[in-house]
């Protein structure tokens, strides 16, 4: 036989636990016996099974439900509860009971046989009530300029209903003058349709309207172009930015260098080398090459600022003028032509009193004829009207806007049940990391800027709060999501999750590309401090 | 871990294919496979003419002694009768027998060093051989039975191993043996000039017959847009190994396919390639292809219900294998090599539990790893900082899922300098690990091979100046390639002055002045990977073969050793950090024979698809076959993002496999495990338990595995060698000798499933406790997916610890719980062993190793069942001869309060009458109404002897 047998009965055991060892105050009550005869039981919590009273906390898991073994890691997935007298008491896993570890959450070394993890509940309590204290203060002073957001709301408030007001009053009285310039121009048009069509035949005319349908068209093509254009330099501008020199394949190089050469630029990895900057020099010279210019043609500069201007030219009036520079001076009626004669001091006034009366006369249908040239009356008041209804229209805008911007101040989805965002919509924060800089315009866009230079990447439009919890609850706001930012050229959209917390200031702390092109950043906001009297539960910071 | 050159294409043209066959050769674009085949071919043309040029001339060899091991003779050529080679025929202890062919007084040397690195050792010469040689050949007979007998032909040359007159291995028995001598391109001139004239002088050519009428890429060879120079010429080696009464061959990992190893030529050939063994970073491979991949081991192994027996081809240069099953019911194979001398072990079996034996005796065993390494890894490419890993770690935390290890892969490194952090995302890298730590886990950091030229790199800059930097074509200066930094080098680890240099790298503490890794600890385990090597703008990714190490050979000569010797140096530098030595851990992805010793391997970069995670199982088998048990594949596929069911299948293929890591690619989405949804999240957390509370046998089973060489993982014809049924068999497989049996479900909407059983014995459900009776020889189990097809043998005890834990070593002190699994005849036996699982005090004897039996006696009555059973825990230590050892042993102590807190006995029959402590009180214990028995805590030790009696009658 063994020496050792002898000692089997001496194993260190556990049996000598008291019952509620580890059981949670709310459930001490039910760790009582019930007597049976001779001996004690007791009834599993599920009610499924009776055992005897020395089999709780015996380290052995006799219940499904695991209640017997509230004080050891003999049942899986159970809780212990911990006293840590002098400071708060504290749940954790059965799995760390018993485990050699002492538990940071069980200050009071409970979680593992006596002797093994000190007493430290005097030192976490008072550093726990150190923190809680620099927390709560952290608290009041970002409540204070979270009121501050929410003072400025209602500020807005103020400011966008009064604006609404005016703009109702100024929509009412533009409907007016709308209505009354339709009623001109529609009355000059009734007399001036035919001698118009008329006049449409001319070979000018009709050739200047073939130009101008083959201008715009060339126009169009043209933008499509340059938006290819656009779009091709963006493909290779991320290439040229994001391949990997590594993986060697000759043909995407050849497209970098191709695309450098042709777009001007230094070769990336010399570029990155930086140092010397030797590679720069070079950047500058195509930009000269293109500027040797035909004489009289339009540059580009000029083709964008002032060909939709052109292509904006009104051909009837054009046409009109045409007929009055080139036809008989005769057919023209005194009272149309009576400027002429009149000093030029009195012309404006002339000119107003000749409109009224030509209006008056065409209202009464007089004037009518060839003396009369009712066609660049009527669309004179043609122009008047749309500027008009363009005018309008415009206010219309500003109310919707300022409705909609009313709407969401205290929207629980838009800028806060408080409207405590408001204060920070469009407000710029950004993190410096060493090769990019991050920046977040909060609800408005992300952008990841090289620090090398360069224009960098949107990574996200603002599009929702956290969509894990409801409006209005504060972990609702701890999370902005940016999404359908620029396209990874191997990836998905770049997209931002913007995770904040409480804190005095607006400022960004963190980013990491946790997937590839999905950022996560975090950073503080005042926003986030709700004030300490505000202690829903659910609500903890 | 990853993707060589062909990523950026992929990605821009997400729909195309994804392995690129262009990347790498065919035989038909490998000049010496061509040639090669097409001898095989010119045989096959002329069956009745065709015989061997190889001959041994008989007069020199009379001086053989009856006793002699062995001999050495000369061969001669009659295509070249001017040239001269050697042959060495050798018996060694275990009745292995090595062959070994050289040129002799060539222009140059054959690389003859391959053995030397696999081999742990000079093999010991057997001293028990008796040589007789009649006229025509020699023989030799020996073995303890003596029933093995080794025939030597010699004109033509063959090789015959015969075991009880049956012919088990026979060499150059089809005519295939060709050794290309070393010439000069001068010498073969006027043959090139007739090459270009055509047939007309073919007869100038007194060869031709045999090697054929062209000079097929002697001199060079041009791949896509790299040109081999082939400096030392055509100099391959052609061998046919036929296994003329075995159907079945296994092994030559690592290869994308079935256990059983199908045709590659002949009628039915599955494959039109043959069998490549060059180690390489292959991207996205394919799932079912003859490929070469990461690593190379030349072991096959020819199996019948009648015998056993293996072949190890010692070569270290790229190799091709044709195979073809016969309808005479033998296996032809044809191995292929580029360069290298011939050398030849048979290992004569009879079992497979014998080659295993005898393969080790070779090239040793994988020692006992550390045991926090056969725990859950969890890694990704990449965990981005500290901050990141810590954060990853209390999610595993807070959902309780146990985890042991957590990973680093390439971006750690700044500029993918290995060794060197990136201070901006890991600031506190110290820190960081002893947080992980903290709560018993490790760190696995990843050190590749490739060093960035830049001289503000302390490792490469040393290397530099030591001049150990694998050198260009030229053998002058530093062979430079791309890799993952950009511009790199590569440390020469063939090169005697490198390793001590590598050793002091992983230092943590500075010595002399030299730098080292102080940026770490002692635990950490280090990643080995892209050690092929993969150079991604070479030749098929990996290094030219003209390049030069030391001792003048060239790269193809020593290509598939390559990586073992980089995971070599990494294991003994990882060894060194501490004194006394603690058990380091490495993972490598290239290997060769004899990587086992030097730590586990995994897969490579496989895809998240059914497909790839079946043969996975497969080629973790394979590589059980082949010497190195301690492997697995990346848990829900290196690239892709797996469906939640896929994911918890691969778990489970995870959790049975002997070294368990989830990994994945930077372009995926996260996939940890606590980010999965419910039920799927609860259904991994039980999987993850399962593995943890089975640590104890995985263990034992590693503990067997180092002793014996027997895989971790057994398919059926390992362990029914006579069962042909079970010879195909590769999808379902024994779990060391513990009695489990396992068969992972690696299809998508699976809900039962059928496995195989080769023996009328009772398999138990492991989970349900269910007795089986196999039905035409199978068991059908529900698999649903929170369902695992797992069972016991009847006959077995397993010991498992069932108290959920954050870290494996946070369960040294847990109770055991025990399932006697009665077979037919009321009787079980198990073991469990256990040591402190980090340092070397098991060759001291500081273990406990215990044997379980369950022992029955019938009942009195006629037709009675059971009357006792006597369940009993004995000292298996005690019994052998570990050391000095002592059953009060330090680690013995430190674990002297370790209970046996539950015995579960199933197969019982009846309900007991009593069950006690022999020698002690009454127990308390249940009878459920499935028949099982539940001994509530016996309260013994696991330390101690003890005995429990159940009384039925």
């Known amino acids: ?541 | 871990m990853r993707s060589p050159g062909t990523l950026l294409l992929l990605l821009l043209l997400p729909t195309a294919l994804a392995f690129k066959p262009s990347d790498f050769k065919t035989c038909s674009q490998s000049g010496f496979c061509r040639r090669g085949r097409a001898l095989a071919a010119r045989a096959q043309e002329s069956p009745s003419s065709w015989h061997s040029p190889y001959s041994i001339e008989p007069p020199e060899f009379l001086a053989l002694a009856p006793r002699q091991q062995g001999f050495t003779t000369s061969v001669y050529s009659s295509i070249h009768p001017n040239v001269k080679f050697v042959l060495d025929v050798i018996i060694h202890e275990e009745g292995i027998v090595r062959v070994r062919m050289d040129e002799e007084d060539g222009l140059r040397k054959r690389y003859n060093e391959a053995a030397q690195w696999a081999l742990i050792g000079e093999p010991k010469l057997s001293d028990d051989v008796l040589w007789t040689i009649d006229g025509e050949k020699a023989k030799a007979v020996y073995g303890p039975k003596k029933d093995m007998k080794l025939v030597v032909d010699f004109n033509p040359l063959k090789i015959t191993l015969f075991r009880h007159g049956k012919e088990q291995v026979v060499l150059n028995g089809r005519g295939l043996l060709h050794m290309e001598h070393f010439r000069t391109k001068e010498d073969s001139k006027p043959l090139e000039h007739i090459e270009g004239e055509g047939q007309s002088v073919l007869q100038v050519n007194p060869a031709a017959w045999f090697e054929g009428d062209t000079q097929d890429a002697f001199w060079d060879e041009t791949f896509s847009t790299w040109t081999d120079t082939k400096p030392k010429g055509p100099e391959s080696l052609s061998l046919d190994i036929t296994f003329p009464n075995h159907a079945h061959v296994y092994g030559i990992p690592q290869h994308a396919t079935n256990l059983s190893l199908p045709s590659t030529t002949g009628p039915i050939a599955r494959h039109t390639d043959p069998f490549r063994l060059y180690n390489a970073d292959v991207f996205e491979y394919l799932s079912d292809s003859p490929t070469s991949l990461y690593g190379s081991i030349p072991l096959m192994h020819a199996h019948s219900a009648n015998s056993t027996v293996a072949v190890f081809n010692a070569l270290a240069s790229e190799t091709w294998i044709d195979i073809a099953h016969v309808e005479k019911g033998g296996v032809e194979t044809h191995w292929i090599s580029e360069s290298g001398i011939l050398d030849v072990f048979l290992l004569p079996g009879p079992t497979p539990t014998d080659v295993f034996a005898q393969y080790a005796h070779l090239t040793g065993t994988a020692p006992l790893p550390a045991h926090w390494s056969i725990g859950y890894h969890q890694c990704r490419w990449n965990y981005v900082s500290s901050d990141d890993i810590r954060g990853v770690q209390n999610r595993f935390d807070e959902e309780d899922f146990p985890v042991d290890v957590f990973w680093l892969d390439i971006e750690y490194a700044e500029d993918h300098r290995y060794f060197m952090w990136n201070k901006k995302t890991f600031p506190d890298p110290v820190e960081m690990t002893r947080d992980v730590e903290a709560v018993g886990r490790k760190m696995v950091v990843i050190v590749d091979p490739h060093l960035k030229r830049a001289n503000d790199y302390p490792v490469y800059k040393r290397a530099s100046e030591l001049g150990v930097l694998v050198k260009p074509k030229s053998g002058e200066g530093e062979y430079e390639g791309w890799c993952w930094p950009g511009s790199s080098s590569w440390i020469d680890f063939f090169h005697p002055a490198s390793w001590d240099f590598w050793i002091s790298l992983f230092k943590t503490k500075t010595i002399d002045g030299q730098w080292s890794w102080t940026e770490s600890t002692d635990n950490v385990g280090i990643w080995n990977d892209m050690n092929e090597p993969s150079v991604f703008n070479g030749p098929e990714i990996t290094m030219p073969k003209d390049n030069v190490h030391y001792g003048g050979w060239e790269h193809r000569d020593v290509h598939n050793i390559n990586g073992m010797l980089f995971a070599n140096l990494t294991f003994q530098a990882a060894e060194a950090r501490t004194d006394p030595p603690r058990r380091p851990f490495v993972l490598t992805r290239a290997f060769y024979a004899g990587s086992q010793r030097f730590g586990a391997m995994w897969t490579g970069d496989n895809l998240g698809t059914w497909e790839h995670m079946a043969v996975g199982i497969k080629m973790v088998l394979a590589n059980g076959v082949g010497g190195m048990p301690f492997a697995g594949s990346d848990v829900g596929g290196f690239f892709g993002n797996p469906e939640p069911e896929m994911l918890v299948r691969w778990y489970v293929v995870g959790a049975f496999s002997p070294f368990f890591r989830a990994h994945a690619h930077i372009d995926t989405k996260r996939r940890e495990p606590y980010l999965l949804e419910e039920p799927y999240k609860s259904l991994v957390r039980d999987i993850l338990r399962l593995r943890y509370s089975m640590l104890p046998v995985w263990y034992t089973a590693f503990r067997e595995t180092s002793e014996s060489g027997v895989p971790i993982l057994r398919p059926q014809y390992v362990m029914f060698p006579e069962d042909e049924a079970g010879f195909g068999i590769d999808d379902q497989y024994y779990i060391g000798s513990s009695g489990l049996l396992v068969k992972p479900v690696t299809q998508k909407g699976v809900m039962e499933v059928s496995m195989y059983i080769a023996e009328d014995q009772v398999y138990y459900d492991y989970f349900t406790n269910h007795a089986h009776r196999p039905q035409n020889r199978h068991i059908t189990l529900p698999a649903n997916l929170d369902q695992i097809p797992l069972l016991i043998r009847g006959g077995s005890i397993i010991p498992t610890r069932e108290r959920p834990r954050r870290s494996s070593p946070l369960m040294k002190h847990d109770p055991f719980t025990l399932r006697i699994a009665l077979d037919t005849s009321g009787n079980a036996r198990g073991e469990v062993y256990l040591d402190d699982g980090e340092t070397y005090g098991y060759g001291r004897g500081h273990v406990v190793w215990r044997g379980f039996g369950a022992e029955s006696t019938k009942g009195k009555g006629k037709g009675q069942g059971i009357g006792m059973v006597r369940i009993s825990s004995v000292d298996l230590a005690a019994s052998t001869e570990v050391g000095a050892y002592d059953p009060m042993n330090e680690f013995a102590r430190s674990v002297g309060d370790v209970r046996v807190e539950k015995l579960v006995v199933l197969g019982l029959g009846k309900k007991p009458l009593s069950v006690v402590l022999d020698g002690g009180r009454e127990l308390e214990w249940e009878f459920t109404s499935e028949g099982v028995l539940v001994i509530k805590d016996p309260a013994v030790r696991v330390v101690d002897d003890w005995a429990v009696v159940v009384q039925s009658e």
């Open chain 1, 1 to 541: 036989m063994h020496p050792w047998l002898l000692l089997v009965f001496a194993l260190p055991s556990l049996a000598a636990l008291d019952k509620t060892y580890g059981v949670p105050p709310s459930l001490v009550s039910k760790y009582v016996p019930r007597t049976k005869g001779s001996h004690q039981t007791w009834t599993c919590l599920d009610g499924l099974k009776e055992i005897a009273w020395s089999a709780v906390n015996d380290d052995y898991c006799d219940c499904q439900d695991g209640s017997d073994e509230p004080g050891t890691s003999a049942c899986p997935n159970n809780k212990f509860y911990c006293r840590n007298e002098g400071h708060i008491g504290a749940i954790i896993q059965s799995s760390r009971v018993n485990d050699g570890l002492c538990e940071q959450e069980c200050c009071d070394g409970s979680d593992e046989p006596s002797g093994v993890c000190p007493n430290t509940c005097q030192e976490v309590g008072a550093e726990h009530r150190k923190k809680t204290e620099a927390e709560r203060k952290l608290r009041k002073t970002g409540s204070k300029i979270r009121s501050s957001y929410i003072a400025y709301a209602h500020k807005e408030k103020k400011r966008l209903e009064a604006l609404v007001a005016d703009l109702v009053q100024e929509i009412e009285t533009r409907e007016k003058e709308v209505e009354r310039l339709r009623d001109i121009a529609e009355r000059a048009e009734s007399l001036s349709a035919a001698e118009l069509e008329r006049k449409k035949q001319s070979p000018l005319y009709q050739s200047l309207l073939v130009h101008h349908t083959a201008l715009k068209s060339l126009q169009k093509e043209h933008k499509k172009h340059l938006e290819r254009e656009n779009a091709l330099g963006d493909i290779l501008t991320s290439l040229r930015a994001g391949y990997n020199p590594n993986y060697q394949d000759m043909a995407v190089l050849e497209a970098v260098r191709g695309w450098e050469a042709l777009a001007g630029l230094p070769h990336i990895n010399d570029v990155r080398k930086g140092d010397d900057g030797e590679a720069d020099t070079t950047a500058e010279k195509p930009k000269t090459e293109d500027d040797v210019e035909d004489e009289g043609l339009w540059n580009a500069a000029k083709i964008e600022k002032e060909l939709d201007q052109l292509l904006k030219t009104d051909h009837v009036t054009l046409l009109l003028e045409h007929d009055q520079l080139v036809g008989p001076a005769s057919a023209q009626s005194l009272l149309l032509d009576i400027s002429a004669y009149i000093p030029d001091a009195l012309l404006p006034s002339y000119h107003s009193f000749r409109d009224s009366v030509l209006s008056a006369l065409s209202v009464f249908g007089i004037g009518r004829g060839g003396a009369f040239d009712t066609s660049a009356e009527s669309n004179r008041a043609r122009v008047a009207l749309s500027d008009a209804e363009h005018s309008l229209k415009l206010t219309q805008d500003e109310q919707r806007t300022a409705n909609e911007d009313l709407l969401d101040l205290f929207d629980p989805d838009g800028f806060g049940p408080e409207g405590e965002w408001k204060k920070l919509d469009g407000m710029c924060l950004s993190k410096d990391t060493g090769e990019y800089t991050y920046e977040v315009c909060l609800f408005d866009e992300a952008r990841q800027i090289p620090n090398s230079g360069g224009s960098g990447f949107s990574l996200g439009k603002f599009s929702s709060w956290n969509k894990a919890a409801r409006p209005g609850e504060l972990e609702y706001y701890t999370r902005q999501h940016y999404t359908q930012g620029a396209k990874c050229w191997n990836g998905p959209h770049r997209s931002v999750e913007l995770v904040l917390t409480c804190g005095t200031e607006n400022t960004l702390l963190t980013v990491a590309e946790l997937e590839k092109c999905e950022y996560q950043i975090t950073g503080t906001t005042p926003a986030l401090c709700r004030p300490l009297e505000d202690e829903h539960t659910k609500d903890e910071l």
